[in-house]
């Protein structure tokens, strides 16, 4: 097999079983290499797995079928390199070998691993909380991503296939799970062709279980990290020629539950599925993603366009300092943390055909996102009861403010990127090809912000920056291959909201880049 991307992929399947690797290994490398011919997205081109020369690993929708992974954070230890953890119970840190997002608190940072679903860029680590539904394959590419997927890659990329409408089948899917906790999750598909040249595809998915911990402070219990979820999508597909494919899918995420079980260091129950909280933790999310993907081939080349329309609404509540008034001595309680993003992107490509012998792409990447967020947090010391902690209106006067109000804060952020880039790759000599890519971003933040009901202040930022990629690859064999790459990964800086009042630090802050070699080790064949 090929090293590199080949031996991350199969250190996947045999943690899932996926291949025998065990006494008679020559039997089995007609399946191993079956294996490798998935065919993957990479780097906005098709190929398969063995063949691509990234750090690159692919998980199938069979393996997260049978490894019951529906959650982002369960892709710990499936992928190598990877961590998803949440923060708060909204965001989800993303890093990959150990880059990542640092600043999830402040809801206009874009992150350090950028997260795709059939295309479309999510900017907001909080879409993350819509895990997977109805997936064919996911993508993970590891390391500076600074061409095709330069936006917001300095650790890397998760790319998310769903399955697609089929043209000429009738065919549909039941399935039905039921666990422990009053585990529930019901999901059903149906494909739908209509004459020869188009097809529907519908899908739905609940899934509800009760908490796995327990706030014990709070009257009767407070169940947390309970599930109440549903996901809904349609799909149409039109191929009016072998030339011509459009697609056009909808996606609706709706979530309300209790917020994530959080355990203070300093809790002094020793049980880990009990926190002593006083305050309710609560979450809601609302998400929404509509996604056209057309694709021309001209004579010369293949001309793509993704465009897409997300809008994102989410509100929470937990208790900051994760104990009791008894204690902590005191309260610090988040009573209200919501945020809006609506984005717009397109993303226009044009790409050599499979027959050429150079492999080119070429495209210019477009996105305006506009955000908001409203934050309030009460805190107080030395009492010895909590009083009810209203959200005060906008137009709330300073002589109107309780004493016990810890932090306040309201932004809104507008940011616009666009991306031109061009990766080829060139054969050298037989078996020998060079691949060389450059991507100019540019980034505009325009915002408004204030903190501790001050008078709202404007701010704005732009930030440029090239990033691009070198590699060679070398085929030894039909099944080995070494190849050593460099690449410049960027994110983009941005603003903070709400300077003002008893905030002293900067309104803006600069962008991030990583550059990183990316040789991965030669084993033989067979090993």
Same mark, same amino acid.
């Given at each position: 097999?090929?090293?590199?991307?080949?031996?991350?992929?199969?250190?996947?399947?045999?943690?899932?079983?996926?291949?025998?690797?065990?006494?008679?290994?020559?039997?089995?490398?007609?399946?191993?290499?079956?294996?490798?011919?998935?065919?993957?997205?990479?780097?906005?081109?098709?190929?398969?797995?063995?063949?691509?020369?990234?750090?690159?690993?692919?998980?199938?929708?069979?393996?997260?079928?049978?490894?019951?992974?529906?959650?982002?954070?369960?892709?710990?230890?499936?992928?190598? =390199?990877?961590?998803?953890?949440?923060?708060?119970?909204?965001?989800?840190?993303?890093?990959?070998?150990?880059?990542?997002?640092?600043?999830?608190?402040?809801?206009?940072?874009?992150?350090?691993?950028?997260?795709?679903?059939? *295309?479309?860029?999510?900017?907001?680590?909080?879409?993350?909380?819509?895990?997977?539904?109805?997936?064919?394959?996911?993508?993970?590419?590891?390391? $500076?991503?600074?061409?095709?997927? *330069?936006?917001?890659?300095?650790?890397?990329?998760?790319?998310?296939?769903?399955?697609?409408?089929?043209?000429?089948?009738?065919?549909?899917?039941?399935?039905?799970?039921? *666990?422990?906790?009053?585990?529930?999750?019901?999901?059903?598909?149906?494909?739908?062709?209509?004459?020869?040249?188009?097809?529907?595809?519908?899908?739905?998915?609940?899934?509800?279980?009760?908490?796995?911990?327990?706030?014990?402070?709070?009257?009767?219990?407070?169940?947390?990290?309970?599930?109440?979820?549903?996901?809904?999508?349609?799909?149409?597909?039109?191929?009016?020629?072998?030339?011509?494919?459009?697609?056009?899918?909808?996606?609706?995420?709706?979530?309300?539950?209790?917020?994530?079980?959080?355990?203070?260091?300093?809790?002094?129950?020793?049980?880990?599925?009990?926190?002593?909280?006083?305050?309710?933790?609560?979450?809601?999310?609302?998400?929404?993603?509509?996604?056209?993907?057309?694709?021309?081939?001209? $004579?010369?080349?293949?001309?793509?366009?993704?465009?897409?329309?997300?809008?994102?609404?989410?509100?929470?509540?937990?208790?900051?300092?994760?104990?009791?008034?008894?204690?902590?001595? =005191?309260?610090?309680?988040?009573?209200?943390?919501?945020?809006?993003?609506?984005?717009?992107?397109?993303?226009?490509?044009?790409?050599?055909? $499979?027959?050429? =012998?150079?492999?080119?792409?070429?495209?210019?990447?477009?996105?305006?996102?506009?955000?908001?967020?409203?934050?309030?947090?009460?805190?107080?010391?030395?009492?010895?009861?909590?009083?009810?902690?209203?959200?005060?209106?906008?137009?709330?006067?300073?002589?109107?403010?309780?004493?016990?109000?810890?932090?306040?804060?309201?932004?809104?952020?507008?940011?616009?990127?666009?991306?031109?880039?061009?990766?080829?790759?060139?054969?050298?000599?037989?078996?020998?090809?060079?691949?060389?890519?450059?991507?100019?971003?540019?980034?505009?933040?325009?915002?408004?912000?204030?903190?501790?009901?001050?008078?709202?202040?404007?701010?704005?930022?732009?930030?440029?920056?090239?990033?691009?990629?070198?590699?060679?690859d070398y085929d030894i064999s039909e099944d080995s291959m070494v190849y050593a790459s460099w690449s410049r990964g960027y994110k983009p800086g941005g603003l903070n909201g709400g300077t003002s009042g008893a905030l002293v630090v900067s309104s803006s802050y600069v962008e991030e880049t990583t550059s990183a070699p990316d040789v991965p080790p030669f084993s033989p064949p067979g090993l």
């Amino acid at each position: 097999m090929k090293c590199g991307a080949a031996v991350a992929a199969l250190s996947v399947a045999l943690v899932h079983g996926g291949v025998a690797f065990a006494d008679d290994v020559a039997g089995d490398e007609d399946d191993i290499r079956n294996m490798n011919q998935i065919t993957v997205y990479g780097e906005k081109r098709e190929t398969t797995l063995q063949d691509a020369p990234i750090a690159l690993s692919a998980i199938t929708g069979d393996i997260l079928e049978q490894a019951g992974i529906t959650d982002p954070s369960q892709l710990n230890g499936y992928v190598p =390199g990877l961590m998803i953890t949440k923060s708060g119970g909204s965001e989800r840190i993303v890093t990959i070998r150990g880059v990542g997002q640092q600043t999830p608190e402040n809801f206009a940072t874009i992150p350090g691993v950028s997260f795709h679903v059939d *295309g479309a860029f999510l900017p907001n680590s909080i879409a993350l909380n819509m895990g997977f539904f109805d997936v064919d394959r996911i993508e993970v590419l590891r390391g $500076p991503q600074g061409t095709v997927f *330069g936006q917001s890659s300095t650790g890397g990329s998760i790319n998310v296939i769903t399955n697609q409408p089929t043209l000429g089948e009738s065919k549909g899917t039941f399935k039905a799970t039921l *666990g422990d906790y009053n585990y529930v999750q019901g999901f059903a598909s149906y494909n739908v062709p209509i004459g020869e040249t188009a097809a529907i595809r519908g899908s739905i998915q609940q899934t509800s279980h009760d908490g796995y911990a327990t706030a014990t402070s709070i009257d009767g219990g407070y169940e947390l990290d309970d599930a109440d979820n549903e996901h809904y999508r349609l799909a149409a597909l039109w191929e009016p020629t072998d030339k011509l494919s459009t697609t056009l899918s909808y996606t609706l995420y709706n979530d309300k539950h209790n917020g994530g079980a959080l355990k203070n260091i300093e809790d002094p129950n020793p049980d880990i599925r009990e926190v002593t909280q006083d305050f309710p933790a609560k979450f809601k999310l609302r998400s929404e993603l509509a996604t056209l993907n057309v694709s021309y081939e001209l $004579p010369f080349a293949t001309l793509k366009s993704v465009t897409s329309y997300q809008d994102m609404s989410h509100d929470q509540s937990f208790d900051a300092d994760r104990l009791d008034l008894a204690t902590y001595g =005191g309260y610090d309680h988040v009573a209200t943390w919501a945020t809006e993003a609506e984005t717009f992107m397109e993303e226009l490509t044009i790409s050599s055909l $499979p027959e050429s =012998g150079i492999d080119w792409i070429a495209g210019v990447f477009y996105s305006n996102t506009d955000s908001a967020q409203y934050v309030v947090e009460y805190r107080e010391l030395g009492v010895t009861s909590i009083p009810g902690l209203p959200v005060l209106p906008r137009d709330t006067t300073p002589a109107e403010i309780p004493s016990n109000l810890a932090y306040e804060n309201i932004s809104t952020v507008n940011r616009e990127s666009v991306a031109p880039f061009f990766q080829a790759t060139i054969p050298l000599m037989e078996n020998l090809s060079a691949t060389v890519g450059a991507r100019y971003n540019d980034d505009k933040y325009d915002g408004e912000g204030a903190s501790y009901y001050s008078t709202p202040t404007a701010s704005s930022f732009a930030t440029q920056t090239w990033t691009g990629k070198v590699g060679l690859d070398y085929d030894i064999s039909e099944d080995s291959m070494v190849y050593a790459s460099w690449s410049r990964g960027y994110k983009p800086g941005g603003l903070n909201g709400g300077t003002s009042g008893a905030l002293v630090v900067s309104s803006s802050y600069v962008e991030e880049t990583t550059s990183a070699p990316d040789v991965p080790p030669f084993s033989p064949p067979g090993l």
